[in-house]
Protein backbone atom coordinates (compact mmCIF):
# COMPACT_ATOMS: atom_id res chain seq x y z
CA UNK A 1 0.00 0.00 0.00
CA UNK A 2 1.09 3.78 -0.65
CA UNK A 3 0.68 5.76 1.79
CA UNK A 4 -0.18 9.92 1.20
CA UNK A 5 -0.70 12.73 4.01
CA UNK A 6 -2.06 16.24 2.66
CA UNK A 7 -2.02 18.96 4.16
CA UNK A 8 -2.60 23.00 3.49
CA UNK A 9 -6.21 23.38 3.10
CA UNK A 10 -8.31 26.05 4.98
CA UNK A 11 -10.72 28.39 4.57
CA UNK A 12 -10.38 32.00 2.53
CA UNK A 13 -11.54 34.49 0.61
CA UNK A 14 -12.04 35.08 -3.30
CA UNK A 15 -8.66 35.94 -4.44
CA UNK A 16 -6.46 34.42 -1.88
CA UNK A 17 -4.17 31.76 -1.65
CA UNK A 18 -3.38 28.56 -0.44
CA UNK A 19 -0.51 25.76 -0.55
CA UNK A 20 -1.43 22.18 -0.60
CA UNK A 21 1.37 19.72 0.27
CA UNK A 22 1.26 15.48 -0.21
CA UNK A 23 4.03 13.55 1.09
CA UNK A 24 5.02 10.07 0.68
CA UNK A 25 5.41 7.94 3.82
CA UNK A 26 7.86 4.98 3.56
CA UNK A 27 8.41 5.62 0.14
CA UNK A 28 9.83 7.45 -2.74
CA UNK A 29 7.34 9.71 -4.12
CA UNK A 30 9.79 10.66 -6.83
CA UNK A 31 9.66 7.70 -8.56
CA UNK A 32 5.45 7.84 -8.80
CA UNK A 33 3.13 9.84 -10.81
CA UNK A 34 1.15 12.01 -8.13
CA UNK A 35 -1.96 13.84 -9.25
CA UNK A 36 -4.68 15.86 -7.22
CA UNK A 37 -8.52 15.49 -7.12
CA UNK A 38 -10.82 17.24 -5.94
CA UNK A 39 -14.46 17.18 -5.21
CA UNK A 40 -17.00 19.45 -4.28
CA UNK A 41 -20.42 18.67 -2.37
CA UNK A 42 -23.05 17.14 -4.68
CA UNK A 43 -20.70 16.67 -7.38
CA UNK A 44 -18.20 14.41 -9.13
CA UNK A 45 -14.74 14.14 -8.36
CA UNK A 46 -13.10 15.66 -10.98
CA UNK A 47 -8.99 16.05 -11.69
CA UNK A 48 -6.93 18.69 -10.74
CA UNK A 49 -3.67 18.64 -11.78
CA UNK A 50 -0.47 15.57 -12.01
CA UNK A 51 2.98 15.86 -11.92
CA UNK A 52 4.67 12.89 -13.56
CA UNK A 53 7.35 10.18 -11.97
CA UNK A 54 11.09 11.84 -12.67
CA UNK A 55 9.91 13.68 -15.56
CA UNK A 56 9.07 17.74 -15.47
CA UNK A 57 5.95 16.45 -17.35
CA UNK A 58 2.52 18.28 -16.42
CA UNK A 59 -1.19 18.91 -16.86
CA UNK A 60 -4.17 20.94 -15.33
CA UNK A 61 -7.86 20.96 -15.40
CA UNK A 62 -8.39 23.66 -18.08
CA UNK A 63 -10.46 25.71 -14.90
CA UNK A 64 -7.04 25.85 -12.80
CA UNK A 65 -4.61 26.99 -15.58
CA UNK A 66 -2.92 30.10 -14.99
CA UNK A 67 -3.92 30.11 -11.38
CA UNK A 68 -2.64 26.63 -9.71
CA UNK A 69 0.97 25.09 -10.08
CA UNK A 70 2.27 22.03 -9.32
CA UNK A 71 5.80 21.05 -8.16
CA UNK A 72 7.76 18.41 -6.32
CA UNK A 73 10.74 19.11 -3.40
CA UNK A 74 12.29 15.23 -3.59
CA UNK A 75 14.38 16.00 -0.38
CA UNK A 76 11.25 16.52 1.70
CA UNK A 77 9.62 13.80 -0.53
CA UNK A 78 6.34 16.01 -0.89
CA UNK A 79 4.39 17.80 -3.70
CA UNK A 80 2.80 20.49 -3.38
CA UNK A 81 -0.09 22.54 -5.51
CA UNK A 82 0.00 25.79 -5.22
CA UNK A 83 -3.66 27.75 -5.53
CA UNK A 84 -3.50 31.58 -6.57
CA UNK A 85 -6.51 33.49 -7.21
CA UNK A 86 -8.69 30.80 -5.52
CA UNK A 87 -12.84 30.87 -6.65
CA UNK A 88 -15.57 29.66 -5.06
CA UNK A 89 -15.70 27.16 -7.48
CA UNK A 90 -12.76 25.56 -6.00
CA UNK A 91 -14.41 24.88 -2.73
CA UNK A 92 -14.19 20.97 -2.24
CA UNK A 93 -11.94 17.98 -0.87
CA UNK A 94 -8.55 17.82 -2.20
CA UNK A 95 -7.04 14.11 -2.70
CA UNK A 96 -3.50 13.28 -3.69
CA UNK A 97 -2.80 10.21 -5.60
CA UNK A 98 0.26 8.52 -6.66
CA UNK A 99 0.87 5.80 -8.84
CA UNK A 100 3.75 3.52 -10.71
CA UNK A 101 3.28 5.10 -14.05
CA UNK A 102 5.00 6.78 -17.00
CA UNK A 103 2.07 8.59 -17.65
CA UNK A 104 1.21 12.02 -15.78
CA UNK A 105 -2.30 11.10 -14.42
CA UNK A 106 -2.45 8.29 -12.14
CA UNK A 107 -4.75 5.68 -13.19
CA UNK A 108 -6.90 5.25 -10.09
CA UNK A 109 -6.81 1.75 -9.95
CA UNK A 110 -6.08 -0.94 -7.47
CA UNK A 111 -2.29 0.07 -8.34
CA UNK A 112 -2.80 4.16 -6.86
CA UNK A 113 -2.57 4.93 -3.59
CA UNK A 114 -5.13 7.56 -2.08
CA UNK A 115 -4.55 10.12 0.77
CA UNK A 116 -7.37 10.93 3.28
CA UNK A 117 -8.08 14.44 1.89
CA UNK A 118 -7.71 17.80 2.87
CA UNK A 119 -10.88 20.61 2.72
CA UNK A 120 -10.83 24.18 0.76
CA UNK A 121 -13.71 26.50 1.40
CA UNK A 122 -13.69 29.21 -0.78
CA UNK A 123 -16.45 31.79 0.59
CA UNK A 124 -16.55 35.49 0.91
Known amino acids: QLQLVESGGGSVQPGESLRLSCTGL????????VGWFRQAPGKEREAVSC????????DYNESVKGRFTISRDNTGNTVYLQMDNLKPEDTGTYYC?????????????????WGRGTQVVISQ
Open 97 to 113: AADITFSCWPRGGAETG
Open 26 to 33: GFGLEYYA
Open 51 to 58: SGSRTSKT
